[in-house]
């Protein structure tokens, strides 16, 4: 079945780890986002990518990286400079990039991320 | 900058009851709508997406509509099922992909 993989789904961190959320998906999306999801808050934009080996900086992209070597493949790290990490993460994909104006978004299941 | 604002945050039907969530937005100027439902601890689910050019679209006993020039979107869900409670969000899509908060639905039977 097409669809969006994140792993693990579960994440603890102690403080000053770096941690890396996988995020794959086999729909030949070109784009790929990431998410942070807050009680009570919309979702929030830390990176996104609309082509292999270029991304971009969200809303809230400080103490957090990315890579997008593989148009599948699409992790995130979050670094221990990110101050306040625990959140559930999630990630997307649409065929198109943020220039797509159709742009339908699916997501995956997301990975709640701990700090000890 | 775009905001999108979900009112009520929460709302508790009983079974069988029809029921309006409603999504507002500032800048009409958008390219499309998305409903979501998310369930506890999950991923989201695309359930409706509207482009600008439209007025409604339906999926079983989901009619979500677009009036982009009051800046509202309504989501009808009939016949309501406890199958059906969820977080319910909205989002539109200028430049980027806003987002609201969501309201939580429980349908209780």
Not at chain 1, 79 to 96: D, E, M, V, W
Not at chain 2, 80 to 92: E, I, K, N
Request: charged share 20%.
């Amino acid at each position: 079945d097409g669809g969006i993989t994140q792993s693990p789904k579960y994440l603890f961190r102690k403080e000053g780890q770096n941690v890396t959320l996988s995020c794959e998906q086999n729909l030949n999306h070109d784009a790929m986002y990431w998410y942070r999801q807050d009680p009570g808050q919309g979702l929030r934009l830390i990176y996104y990518s609309q082509i292999v080996n270029d991304f971009q900086k969200g809303d809230i992209a400080e103490g957090y990286s990315v890579s997008r070597e593989k148009k599948e493949s699409f992790p995130l790290t979050v670094t221990s400079a990110q101050k306040n990490p625990t959140a559930f993460y999630l990630c997307a994909s649409s065929i198109g990039g943020q220039g797509y104006i159709t742009g339908e978004l699916f997501f995956g299941e997301g990975s709640r991320l701990t700090v000890l | 900058k775009q905001e999108v604002t979900q009112i009520p945050a929460a709302l508790s039907v009983p079974e069988g009851e029809n029921l309006v969530l409603n999504c507002s937005f500032t800048d009409s100027a958008i390219y499309n709508l998305q409903w979501f439902r998310q369930d506890p601890g999950k991923g989201l689910t695309s359930l409706l997406l509207i482009q600008s050019s439209q007025r409604e679209q339906t999926s079983g006993r989901l009619n979500a509509s677009l009036d982009k020039s009051s800046g509202r979107s309504t989501l009808y869900i009939a016949a309501s099922q406890p199958g059906d409670s969820a977080t319910y969000l909205c989002a539109v899509k200028d430049n980027d992909m806003r987002f609201g908060a969501g309201t939580r639905l429980t349908v209780k039977p």
